[in-house]
């Protein structure tokens, strides 16, 4: 059922929710436990509450879980700009130091993912280690756009840069769109039959169908422009901190071979683990990838 969406931003949990100042916007964050932090990064077009799950998962297994909303979504600030990759990766390492952490392990979906690897490169004091989920290293991935038929299946890409069109298709019949899009996502998409009410109710909170656009935006624009260059040099760095790559191996939307290269630019150790679902393993196999997870946090916790 289609709600308010400040009760879907704010579900209740055993989990606490706070508010924190970083980079010049407030964000939202919902957090449960003590000990090592892991800060949990969400997509498009979620919020935080996509690891429900491995907040409770990590939060059991003695670490400190932190989930936010990212810059125009959810219950954090709706900014007229700062899209961009460069200030996503400001705003996790503000968030990260304004709870009171130098460092968090990152974990980040989608342009979340995109977010672990550009902060990382750019932000390494506040990184302890990353774990991007379906989402390569940036560099790969424009690499690999035009490689193996990628590049038709980034559809979303080209139609969210027509003005005004995308906001209007998000809302429309109460954000039935979104719902089109998880299922088409997924490899199998029972999972949204219990999720799909709280997506939509949170992105039909005005304007996050069109902030949560704003990065895609920038994504094709920058790359003829010189903010654009700028950032892709900087990404050129070796990653230096342990990284795992989660992959679908029935991502609709991410080839495998999206992920060529990215290996070679990392110095940390480097592991890829392939899960055989869709482009969201929190939300198709949550314990799975919760296990998984915690085993490769485990290994590096000294």
Wanted: charged share 20%; net charge neutral.
């Amino acid at each position: 059922m289609i709600t308010e969406p400040e009760r879907a931003i704010e579900a209740p949990g055993p989990w606490e929710h706070r508010v924190v100042a970083a980079n010049g916007a407030r964000f939202h964050v919902v957090e449960a436990g003590s000990g090592p932090a892991v800060l949990l990064i969400h997509g498009f077009p979620l919020f935080w509450w996509t690891w429900r799950h491995q907040i409770v998962a990590l939060a059991e297994a003695g670490y400190r879980a932190i989930a936010m909303d990212l810059r125009g979504y959810g219950g954090s600030d709706h900014t007229p700009r700062g899209y961009d990759a460069m200030t996503l990766a400001a705003d996790i390492a503000g968030v990260t130091r304004s709870l009171g952490e130098e460092q968090a392990w990152i974990v980040g979906h989608g342009w979340g993912g995109l977010g672990a690897w550009t902060t990382a490169a750019l932000q390494p004091a506040a990184t302890r280690g990353i774990v991007p989920v379906s989402m390569p290293h940036p560099r790969a991935m424009r690499a690999n756009t035009l490689r193996g038929g990628q590049w038709r299946r980034m559809g979303l890409l080209g139609a969210v840069q027509i003005p005004f069109w995308p906001e209007r298709a998000f809302t429309r019949q109460d954000g039935a769109r979104l719902e089109t899009l998880l299922r088409t996502w997924s490899a199998d998409p029972g999972w949204v039959d219990e999720a799909s009410a709280a997506y939509r109710s949170a992105f039909l909170r005005w304007p996050t169908a069109h902030t949560a656009v704003e990065g895609y935006r920038w994504a094709v624009r920058s790359r003829v422009r010189t903010d654009g260059r700028r950032y892709l040099n900087a990404m050129s760095t070796p990653i230096s901190v342990d990284v795992l790559l989660v992959h679908g191996s029935a991502d609709p939307l991410l080839l495998p071979s999206s992920n060529r290269g990215s290996r070679e630019l990392v110095s940390g150790d480097y592991q890829e683990w392939s899960l055989p679902v869709g482009h969201f393993p929190q939300e198709e196999a949550p314990s799975q990838f919760s296990d998984g997870l915690l085993a490769w946090l485990d290994a590096r916790r000294g």
